[in-house]
C-alpha cells in the first residue's frame, strides 16, 4: 500500500510527502450516499493512449485509484470499458483488506457493470472469478445470454434503456452507498446529465497525447454542471491529482 513517487499537497494547503493515512484521509467516506468519478486525462484532454488508459496511468494514480477502490461500496462500470480494458475480478490485497474490515465494510466492495444490451460473456474473469456477486445495471427489455445470471445479479432498471437515477436508488437500497464510477466515458457523460454525480477524481498526466483519443465524457447534453476543488496534490515528474465535490 505504499509508493515510492512522494505526492505532495499544493492546496489548500501545501504539505508533504503525503503516506497512506494521509491520502486516505483526503479520499475518505462520505456520511451520505456519494457518487464519485475517477479518470485520468493527458494534458491536451485524451482519455486514452493506443485505446487503453494505462499509458496515462503512473504509479501515484495507480495509489489513488487503489485506495479508491478501498474505500467504495460498490465499483460501478460500463460494459465497453468492462472489456476494452480488460478488467480482472475485483479483488484487494490483504492489507486493504483488513483496513475495510476495520472499519466495518466487507471484505470486498462490489463490482456493478452498466448493460443496456447485455452483451457479456460469464466467463470473463470479472464475473466467474469474482469473490463477491457482481451486479448488472440493465434493461427490462434486454435477453441475458446464458449463462450470465449464474455469475451475477441482474438488476432491471428501465424498459428500453438503463435509468441510472433508479439503478443508483436500488444500490442505495442494497447497501451500496459509496458508489466508485470508472466510466467509460459514455456512462460519466450520461451520470452527469443526469445530475448525479457528487465528486470528480481526475488525474492530469504530463503528456501530450496528440488528436485522435477521445474525452473522459461522452454522449447526451446537459447543462455546465460545478464542482467546487477540494485538493489539489502533485508528484515531481508534474503528475496532478485533482480532487471536485458539489459544494
Same mark, same amino acid.
Not at 466495518?104 to 443496456?116: K, N, Q, R
Not at 456477486?133 to 449463462?147: F, I, K, N, Y
Given at each position: 500500500?505504499?509508493?515510492?513517487?512522494?505526492?505532495?499537497?499544493?492546496?489548500?494547503?501545501?504539505?508533504?510527502?503525503?503516506?497512506?493515512?494521509?491520502?486516505?484521509?483526503?479520499?475518505?467516506?462520505?456520511?451520505?450516499?456519494?457518487?464519485?468519478?475517477?479518470?485520468?486525462?493527458?494534458?491536451?484532454?485524451?482519455?486514452?493512449?493506443?485505446?487503453?488508459?494505462?499509458?496515462?496511468?503512473?504509479?501515484?494514480?495507480?495509489?489513488?485509484?487503489?485506495?479508491?477502490?478501498?474505500?467504495?461500496? *460498490?465499483? &460501478? %462500470?460500463?460494459? /465497453? =470499458?468492462? +472489456?476494452?480494458?480488460?478488467?480482472?475480478? #475485483?479483488?484487494?490485497?490483504? !492489507? @486493504?483488506?483488513?483496513?475495510?474490515?476495520?472499519?466495518?465494510?466487507?471484505?470486498?466492495?462490489?463490482?456493478?457493470?452498466?448493460?443496456?444490451?447485455?452483451?457479456?460473456?460469464?466467463?470473463?474473469?470479472?464475473?466467474?472469478?469474482?469473490?463477491?456477486?457482481?451486479?448488472?445495471?440493465?434493461?427490462?427489455?434486454?435477453?441475458?445470454?446464458?449463462?450470465?445470471?449464474?455469475? *451475477?445479479? &441482474? %438488476?432491471?432498471? /428501465? =424498459?428500453? +434503456?438503463?435509468?441510472?437515477?433508479?439503478? #443508483?436508488?436500488?444500490?442505495? !437500497? @442494497?447497501?451500496?452507498?459509496?458508489?466508485?464510477?470508472?466510466?467509460?466515458?459514455?456512462?460519466?457523460?450520461?451520470?452527469?446529465?443526469?445530475?448525479?454525480?457528487?465528486?470528480?477524481?481526475?488525474?492530469?498526466?504530463?503528456?501530450?497525447?496528440?488528436?485522435?483519443?477521445?474525452?473522459?465524457?461522452?454522449?447526451?447534453?446537459?447543462?455546465?454542471?460545478?464542482?467546487?476543488?477540494?485538493?489539489?496534490?502533485?508528484?515531481?515528474?508534474?503528475?496532478?491529482?485533482?480532487?471536485?465535490?458539489?459544494?
Amino acid at each position: 500500500m505504499t509508493g515510492n513517487i512522494p505526492i505532495g499537497q499544493l492546496m489548500p494547503d501545501p504539505a508533504g510527502p503525503l503516506d497512506e493515512a494521509d491520502l486516505i484521509n483526503r479520499y475518505g467516506r462520505t456520511t451520505h450516499p456519494h457518487l464519485r468519478i475517477n479518470f485520468v486525462s493527458s494534458l491536451d484532454g485524451a482519455v486514452t493512449i493506443d485505446g487503453y488508459s494505462a499509458g496515462l496511468s503512473s504509479e501515484p494514480d495507480k495509489r489513488v485509484f487503489g485506495i479508491l477502490r478501498m474505500v467504495c461500496d *460498490a465499483l &460501478l %462500470v460500463g460494459a /465497453g =470499458t468492462l +472489456r476494452i480494458e480488460g478488467y480482472r475480478a #475485483l479483488r484487494l490485497d490483504p !492489507r @486493504r483488506r483488513a483496513w475495510r474490515q476495520a472499519h466495518g465494510l466487507p471484505e470486498y466492495p462490489t463490482l456493478v457493470v452498466v448493460s443496456g444490451s447485455l452483451d457479456l460473456t460469464p466467463t470473463l474473469a470479472a464475473f466467474a472469478d469474482a469473490p463477491v456477486r457482481p451486479l448488472v445495471l440493465t434493461s427490462a427489455s434486454a435477453t441475458a445470454p446464458p449463462g450470465l445470471s449464474d455469475v *451475477a445479479d &441482474l %438488476v432491471r432498471c /428501465g =424498459t428500453d +434503456r438503463v435509468d441510472l437515477t433508479t439503478g #443508483l436508488a436500488e444500490l442505495h !437500497r @442494497r447497501g451500496l452507498r459509496q458508489v466508485l464510477c470508472e466510466g467509460g466515458p459514455l456512462l460519466f457523460g450520461t451520470l452527469t446529465a443526469a445530475d448525479l454525480v457528487d465528486e470528480v477524481c481526475l488525474t492530469v498526466a504530463p503528456i501530450l497525447a496528440g488528436p485522435g483519443a477521445g474525452r473522459i465524457t461522452a454522449g447526451p447534453a446537459g447543462p455546465p454542471r460545478g464542482l467546487s476543488l477540494r485538493h489539489a496534490l502533485a508528484t515531481p515528474d508534474g503528475t496532478l491529482l485533482l480532487r471536485y465535490a458539489r459544494p
